[in-house]
């Protein structure tokens, strides 16, 4: 089972690292493919050029044989809908079975993607859930009772369709506060592996222009 995690990683830090571990552990997946978006769709655009943060991305899983950084996004001028990404994975994996990492936050909102159900005929969901997060929406509580595993093996079983919610590491880190501190000239230490710290050290990244 190949795992997929898409974000504009504007910079990778440790709890999207933490997060795809925990969730590679507890299901057996084989490979997380972090692929970092060119152009978002639902929220502001990057300020960093998809390029640099591809670098970043990779080294930040340099030294993990599980984590690929994947950059089939960046050669594509088309919004970054997680539909067209998935049919790039079903076209090169026509039956591994493939989980999609979302936060319960991008999963609220998931019945307003575009085209959501065939999303969900490409793959598993796999929702990182953090203690006393819940769900309002009756038809994603709708979805969830038709849809929603609690054994992992079976998602092994199929190449797409199931939901599951996984606990994960609470961490509070975000990307925002690391371009803050950045900005700041404070330290970025233990909030992102050293060899992105480095990139932006270098680059000045996140700097007042």
Known sequence: MIGILGGTFDPIHYGHLRTALDVQEALGVERIHFVPLKHAVHREQPGTPAELRASM????????PGFVMDDRELHSDRPSYSLYTLQSFRRQMPHTPLCFLLGMDAFRGFLKWHQPMEILKLTHLVVMRRPGEEMQDAQLQQLVAERSVENAALLHRQPGGSI???PVT???ISATDIRRRAQQGRSLRYLLP???????EQLKLYQPS
């Open 194 to 200: 050293d060899a992105v710290v480095t990139i932006i």
């Open 57 to 64: 991305v990779q080294a930040a899983v340099a030294q993990h």
């Open 170 to 172: 609470q961490l509070a």
């Open 164 to 166: 599951l919610f996984q």
